[in-house]
């Protein structure tokens, strides 16, 4: 899907720049017919053709850009979910091991893709990050880490509550990891009350080494300082 999109756009700039390239020539036929530097019957003949050119292409542009370029908030959506359904079967149907971690590494990394794309509904991240599917959970916790590389700022986007819980009750250590990561994104545009949340439910966390993952340590010192609750 998205070497479909960037094809699409390559042959919208293609055309765009055709365009302009032809502009440009007609100025410069345009120049040279008034400096008499070019016989004027050929000048105003090559003229026509290159204007008949450069609106033919710019016509089919346009038919590009209004008419063919497919709904890819559409498609991404789609892509998200196909994303979740591999998330699960990849988690719980393959054997431990590098090819296991990559793979949902790389499915993690699509689902942020989806999320520079679609205009996922609010309601519909939280419910994602609500759900009982540990596939739709990470699917709320890539969209939001998406939009903060948008520059969306979450003291607006209120998702904290539904982060925290699964910080304080993750399903495995790749789950909170990546909630891990959106909260040090999110700390940043917290308002006082919000960050002194953060603040008590890290503190107040039991660290379970079987669930939890290994960047809660440093995590901790960001949050509470040295001496902080590493371990639980």
Not at 99 to 116: F, G, P
């Amino acid at each position: 899907m998205f070497k479909k999109e960037q094809s699409y756009r390559r042959r919208i700039v293609y055309g765009l720049g055709v365009v302009a390239m032809l502009e440009s020539v007609i100025g410069v036929l345009w120049i040279l017919s008034i400096t008499h530097a070019l016989p004027e019957t050929w000048g105003a003949v090559l003229g026509a053709v290159l204007i008949v050119i450069a609106s033919v292409a710019t016509v089919s542009t346009l038919f590009g850009l209004l008419v063919l370029w497919p709904d890819f908030k559409q498609e991404a959506r789609k892509e998200m979910v196909f994303s979740i359904l591999e998330y699960e079967d990849v988690m719980w149907l393959s054997g431990p091991g590098i090819e296991k971690t990559r793979d949902l590494v790389r499915i993690a990394s699509n689902m942020r893709k989806q999320a520079y794309i679609a205009d996922f509904p609010e309601a519909l991240v939280r419910d994602y990050l609500i759900s009982h599917d540990e596939g739709e959970r990470l699917a709320g916790l890539s969209i939001i880490l998406g939009q903060e590389r948008l520059g969306v700022d979450h003291q607006y986007v209120n998702y904290l509550d539904q982060v925290l819980k699964l910080m304080k009750e993750p399903w495995s250590p790749f789950e909170h990891y990546h909630t891990v990561e959106v909260l040090k994104g999110m700390k940043l545009h917290l308002s006082d009350l919000q960050r002194e949340k953060l603040r008590d439910a890290v503190r107040n966390h039991i660290y379970d080494p079987s669930a939890d993952s290994n960047q809660w340590p440093a995590f901790c010192r960001e949050i509470l300082g040295e001496g902080s609750n590493e371990s639980g």
